[in-house]
C-alpha cells in the first residue's frame, strides 16, 4: 500500500543535550537505504531516508531542528505543525529533562489537537545506568498517561534506536490505513 505516498515527517523534540543530534546520526547512518548509501541532506538539520519496516519500504524525513531555548517562537510553531510523527526525547540522566518532555506532550496536543498523532517517548542514554534520575516504571507510566508509546534507547551504545524509528513508522501506517 501506498509506496508512491510523500515522505512522513518524523520531528525530534525534547530538551538540550538529551541525545537528538546522536539518534539523528544513527538515522542518518543507516545502512539498509537502497536509494544511496549516504544521507540525502536538506539543510543541515533534515535528513531522509528509505528504510524498510514489516518488509515494506518507508521514506521518512527525520528533522532535528527543534531549539528548546526558542520558548514559544515561530521555529517551534513550525517544528510542530509540520511533523506528521513525533519522537519526544529525553534522558534517563535527566529529570528536568523528562518534565519538559511532559510539557512538550501538553503543548503538542493543544497545537495539534485535531490529530491522533502518532508519538514514542523516548528514554534515551540507558546506557548511564550510575546516572539515572528516572526510573523505567516513571516513563511507561508518563507515556500511558501521555497516550503514547514509549521506548529506552541508548544513541551511544545503538541500542533500540531502529525500533523506535520502526515504531513511529508502525504507527504512522496504522492511521495512515484508519482514514
Ligand atoms: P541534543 O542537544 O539533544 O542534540 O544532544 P546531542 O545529540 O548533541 O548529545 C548531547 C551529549 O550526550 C553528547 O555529548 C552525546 O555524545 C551524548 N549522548 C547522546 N546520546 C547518548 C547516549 O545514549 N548515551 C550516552 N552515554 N551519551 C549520549
Ligand atoms: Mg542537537
Avoid at 547512518?29 to 536509494?35: F, I, K, L, Q, V
Wanted: aromatic share 6%; charged share 25%; hydrophobic share 35%.
Amino acid at each position: 500500500t501506498g509506496g508512491s505516498s510523500r515522505p512522513f515527517r518524523v520531528v525530534l523534540l525534547g530538551a538540550r543535550g538529551v541525545g537528538k543530534s546522536a539518534i539523528a546520526s544513527i538515522f542518518a547512518g543507516a545502512a539498509d537505504s537502497m536509494d544511496s548509501d549516504e544521507c540525502e541532506l536538506y539543510g543541515d538539520e533534515v535528513c531522509e531516508q528509505t528504510i524498510t519496516v514489516d518488509g515494506e519500504k518507508a521514506t521518512a524525513t527525520l528533522v532535528d531542528n527543534w531549539d528548546s531555548e526558542d520558548e514559544g517562537g515561530s521555529s517551534q510553531d513550525q517544528c510542530i505543525q509540520t511533523g506528521d510523527a513525533y519522537l519526544l526525547v529525553y534522558s534517563i540522566t535527566d529529570r528536568s529533562s523528562f518534565l519538559q518532555a511532559s510539557e512538550l506532550r501538553i503543548s503538542l496536543r493543544q497545537r495539534r489537537p485535531a490529530h491522533h498523532t502518532p508519538i514514542i517517548l523516548v528514554g534515551n542514554k540507558c546506557d548511564l545506568v550510575r546516572r539515572r534520575e528516572v526510573s523505567v516504571t516513571e516513563g511507561r507510566a508518563c507515556a500511558a498517561v501521555f497516550d503514547c508509546k514509549f521506548i529506552e534507547t541508548s544513541a551511544a551504545m545503538q541500542h533500540n534506536v531502529w525500533p523506535a524509528f520502526h515504531g513511529i513508522v508502525q504507527q504512522l501506517r496504522l492511521r495512515r490505513d484508519t482514514k
